[in-house]
């Protein structure tokens, strides 16, 4: 399949939670119920709590059975917004399970949780992955910036009732920041929430990332460590993703690594692990899109980061292929 026609599949990406996941984008760049401050893929452009069909999903299912080739450990729906803004997901979900084995991941901000279509839509996945970054209203205002339909009643009723619902695996994560929600007497708010929800795993992380606010700072990994214990069950740190083997045979173009970085910032070796490329190809296929101004590069502490630029957003990712780069995957 041409590169040229996709647009609502990534990766896989190496993600530290879910392996090789596949990702699956199911509305268009930043549009979402929340404007996070810690968002790694800037501000929120829409900001919307209305469900309509934003993305073709005969479109979307026909470039995911291209990517299955690449093995991934799990399809993830996810991507640059809210996927629980999608009303057909769970046809979506159910389309998938036809056509492949590899379990389906959703991951939610949880803000639509407390409608009843929308649980049933995302109990059909394997996996469930919704946040909660705030422990009361002001905080939810202050991190989360939700749509004024979204409030933090909704939030954790939402994710209540879920629970009693659904049977799979239901992984809550919670987005510390330094000078926001990092003190302890926050952590047990949100700890007290945790209790009633009830997850399967609690996950604690922080903003590995470039931020889309300067402000929102990470938490060094031993703090995390000694707040994850004032949490019941005890939370886990997200550790990074360590590489893996990846199938031989696959292919990767500097359209593949742009439609990666549109949603999300990854450094060399992120890319070269999730595409199956040598961190060599990596690196030329970057310096070219560099070069014309598709990517750049941002620190995050001593990792550096390649990031899509903002006028890439929502292009055609073949407009700035190298003539004739098709770079195969490193052999195991």
Do not use: N
């Given at each position: 399949m041409n590169d040229q026609r996709q647009h609502h599949i990534f990766g896989p990406v190496p993600s530290r939670r879910l392996g090789r996941s596949l990702g699956v984008d199911l509305v268009p760049f930043k549009t979402c119920t929340y404007d996070c401050i810690y968002c790694q893929l800037g501000r929120t452009t829409c900001k919307t709590h209305e469900?309509?069909?934003?993305?073709?999903?005969?479109?979307?299912?026909?470039?995911?059975?291209?990517?299955?080739?690449?093995?991934?450990?799990?399809?993830?729906?996810?991507?640059?917004?809210?996927?629980?803004?999608?009303?057909?997901?769970?046809?979506?979900?159910?389309?998938?399970?036809?056509?492949?084995?590899?379990?389906?991941?959703?991951?939610t901000n949880g803000s639509l949780l407390w409608l009843k279509e929308v649980r049933a839509a995302v109990a059909l996945a394997d996996v469930v992955m919704p946040s909660l970054d705030a422990g009361d209203d002001l905080l939810f205002q202050t991190v989360n910036r939700p749509h004024p339909e979204i409030?933090?009643?909704?939030?954790?009723?939402?994710?209540?009732?879920?629970?009693?619902?659904?049977?799979g695996q239901y992984w809550l994560e919670v987005m510390l920041l330094a000078g926001?929600?990092?003190?302890?007497?926050h952590v047990q708010k949100i700890a007290h929430w945790v209790q009633r929800i009830r997850p399967d795993r609690v996950q604690l992380n922080t903003a590995t990332r470039p931020p889309c606010e300067e402000f929102a700072l990470p938490v060094p990994p031993a703090r995390l460590a000694e707040l994850a214990r004032l949490i019941r069950p005890t939370a886990e740190v997200?550790?990074?993703?360590?590489?893996?083997?990846?199938?031989?045979?696959?292919?990767?173009?500097?359209?593949?690594?742009?439609a990666l970085l549109r949603r999300r910032p990854c450094t060399v070796e992120g890319i070269a692990q999730g595409l199956g490329m040598k961190p060599a190809e990596a690196v030329k296929l970057l310096a070219h899109l560099?070069?014309?101004?598709?990517?750049?590069?941002?620190?995050?502490?001593?990792?550096?980061?390649?990031?899509?630029?903002?006028?890439?957003?929502?292009?055609?990712?073949?407009?700035?292929?190298p003539p004739g780069v098709a770079v195969k995957a490193a052999k195991p």
């Open positions: 469900r309509k069909e934003w993305v073709p999903m005969d479109a979307v299912l026909e470039e995911l059975k291209q990517k299955l080739a690449t093995h991934p450990d799990y399809i993830t729906l996810s991507g640059s917004g809210e996927p629980t803004l999608c009303p057909r997901l769970g046809e979506i979900i159910e389309r998938i399970k036809a056509m492949t084995s590899i379990p389906v991941a959703v991951l409030t933090f009643e909704r939030l954790v009723s939402g994710l209540e009732q879920f629970r009693r619902e659904f049977t926001h929600t990092a003190l302890p007497a997200v550790a990074e993703h360590r590489a893996r083997t990846v199938p031989a045979g696959s292919t990767a173009s500097a359209e593949t690594i742009l560099e070069s014309r101004g598709r990517v750049h590069t941002e620190r995050q502490g001593s990792e550096r980061f390649y990031r899509a630029t903002t006028s890439t957003q929502g292009q055609t990712p073949s407009q700035f292929t």
